[in-house]
Structure formats: C-alpha cells, structure tokens
C-alpha cells in the first residue's frame, strides 16, 4: 500500500491488487482508500479520482464532516487552507491575507476526532463572519441594481439553518455562513431576500418573481444548495 496526496481529498491510500479489473473507492473515518490493478499508473488513479469527484464529494458528507492537512476551502472572495503549526497545542493560529486565510492546527493533532472537527468548524465560523461584509455586500448591492428593489439596509448574521432573513422593515440579513457556497447560491439567497420585499410569504407569486430574478433557474439552484457539501457543521 502507498498513497497520493490529493489537493482536494488530502493522502489518499492505495492498496495494488493484482486480481482486480477496476478501481475501488471507499471512505473510512474521513480518509479514501483506493483498490487498484496492478497496472494502474498513480496518472491512471488521479484520472479516475477526477471523474469521480463530485461523487466522491457526495459519499464524504455521508460519511460525516472531514478535515485534513493541505486541505484548501473555496469561499466567496477568499480561500482557506488547513496547515499545521508546533507552537501553540490549544489554539488555531490565524494567517491572514487579502485572498488567502491560513488555520493551523498544532502538529500531530487528530483530525478525526469528532471535537476537533467542531473546535475546526467553529473557528472556520469566525473567520466567515470577519470576512462576510466584505465579500458579501458588493455582491448584494450589484443584486439589488440588477434586479430593480433595494432594502433599507443589509446586515450580516451568525445563522447556520437561517441563510437568510427580510423583516417587515425590509432589512435583509444574510448569514456569514454562505461564504461558503458558490457565486450562485450566494444570488439565490439574496434573491430569495429581495423577493420578501415585493410578497412577504412563498406564494406562487413570490416564486415566479424570484424565478424571473435568477433567470429561471430557482428550482436548479434550490437543488444545488440542498445538496451542497457544507465545509462547516450546521
């Protein structure tokens, strides 16, 4: 047995065996194991890896939320990446710039350890909340200019379940937490916000203006956020 480091998955573990035809995948405690012919050249396992990437996305979430070092988090306008350091045993030390947020862990730290993932989970949470104004408002306002409504102002919130929110004032709060999701998702939400200002329930007119504001694709992208591989606990 070997392994390959995969930017996305991190070590991936490769067990050779000379009586298999295809490739096998399996996760075990947040950790993807392969089964492999004998011939299979590691550019072969990393073709196949690719192909097999949103599905292998899907069976880690079942498999429970999972870190690991190297381990580098997509979010709107910036980057996370796992890293470790030897200084401080009880802290997550914090690498700030522009486009790029480094959280390391001390060395030698289990990262498979339930609590450690939550200790993870919540510092990612702290980082997405000093980052969402940032990166979230020009969003929103370009939506607004767009779509031709407005509220009477923007807040940010600390919701996991809640993404969003319009209150009868008509201030939209939108959560740090959707950082985390693609470009697009982030619209839906806000969307989805700016269409309480005109029907203040989900009624069938309330999804037809939300649908004409993301261009038909409300029911694509509900599905896309319902299924999205949350990076955090929720």
């Not at 392994?3 to 950790?31: L, Q």
Request: charged content about 25%; proline content about 4%.
């Amino acid at each position: 047995m070997y392994y390959i480091e995969d930017k996305e998955f991190g070590r991936v573990y490769v067990n050779v065996r000379s009586n298999m035809r295809n490739m096998t995948m399996r996760w075990k405690a947040g950790t993807l194991y392969m089964n492999v012919p004998s011939r299979a050249s590691v550019a072969e396992i990393e073709r196949v890896l690719d192909e097999m990437r949103p599905r292998l996305r899907k069976g880690r979430e079942k498999g429970g939320l999972s870190y690991h070092l190297g381990q580098e988090i997509q979010c709107y306008g910036f980057t996370i990446t796992i890293a470790e350091q030897d200084r401080l045993p009880d802290r997550i030390v914090f690498s700030n710039g522009e486009s790029r947020v480094v959280a390391s862990v001390h060395k030698g730290i289990n990262l498979d350890d339930h609590y450690t993932k939550q200790w993870i989970s919540k510092a990612l949470q702290v980082v997405a909340h000093d980052r969402a104004a940032q990166s979230l408002l020009p969003l929103a306002q370009s939506i607004t200019k767009r779509v031709g409504v407005a509220p009477s102002r923007f807040e940010i919130g600390r919701g996991l379940r809640k993404l969003g929110h319009c209150t009868p004032k008509g201030v939209i709060q939108l959560s740090a937490n959707i950082v985390f999701l693609p470009a697009e998702l982030i619209e839906l939400i806000i969307c989805h916000e700016l269409a309480h200002l005109t029907h203040m329930n989900h009624s069938p007119q309330f999804h037809a203006l939300l649908n004409s504001y993301l261009m038909g694709r409300e029911k694509e992208l509900e599905n896309r956020l319902k299924n999205f591989p949350w990076p955090v606990m929720r």
